[in-house]
């Protein structure tokens, strides 16, 4: 069955049909979350929350975009607003609520990938990504980690491809440096990314 009859199902309330579509975009999701958060716990706790949000509005998306450029953009807009929860208040608080254990949303079980991810370099890009703007924190996770197109990008971000390119192009620059004062180097494929223009 196709994306588009499993929306059409999940739209109706199946939430047999919900959960497929978590399943085929969970890991992606999870990585992004676990890239910006550098936590496997905070990134589950994204991940979960992200798709509470989904599953409680999707009777509102119209398809104007792809589910998964949706479902990005609730992820980067997550993404940030944990971040500054946790500047906030730092003790560790889940964006989960109590009322939110009854919805039947799996747990994303991470890869071995993944757990890679949370390697000492996993942990200095997450904290180097706290150090840059919202603006460049956001393109670089659907750039880099998602791996979104720059027409993806334009509709999650809702802005041109030619400001995607320049601003990614900032963001990458502003990451580099800031790593490179920490004594880290970005990953090779990323940085041979950056080296190329960020032109694909």
Not at 40 to 46: L, Q, S
Request: proline letters at 4%.
């Amino acid at each position: 069955m196709d994306e588009k009859h499993i929306l059409a199902r999940a739209r109706r309330g199946d939430i047999a049909a919900f959960e497929v579509l978590v399943r085929q975009n969970e890991r992606r999701v999870y990585a992004v979350a676990l890239r910006s958060s550098g936590s496997p716990e905070d990134a589950a706790d994204i991940t979960q929350e992200v798709f509470l949000r989904a599953w409680r509005s999707i009777e509102d998306f119209r398809g104007d975009s792809g589910f998964s450029t949706w479902l990005f953009r609730i992820t980067t807009n997550l993404c940030v607003d944990f971040a500054r929860h946790k500047q906030a208040q730092p003790q560790t608080q889940p964006l989960v609520g109590e009322d939110d254990a009854e919805r039947p949303i799996p747990d994303p079980a991470p890869t071995p990938e993944e757990h890679l991810e949370n390697s000492e370099l996993g942990r200095e890009l997450a904290a180097a990504l706290d150090e840059v703007s919202e603006e460049h924190r956001r393109i670089v996770l659907l750039r880099d980690v998602s791996g979104l197109s720059y027409t993806e990008i334009a509709e999650v971000l809702e802005i041109s491809e030619g400001t995607v390119k320049s601003r990614l192009s900032r963001a990458r620059i502003a990451l580099r440096t800031i790593l490179q004062k920490r004594g880290n180097l970005l990953p090779s494929a990323a940085s041979n990314d950056m080296k190329g223009g960020g032109d694909a």
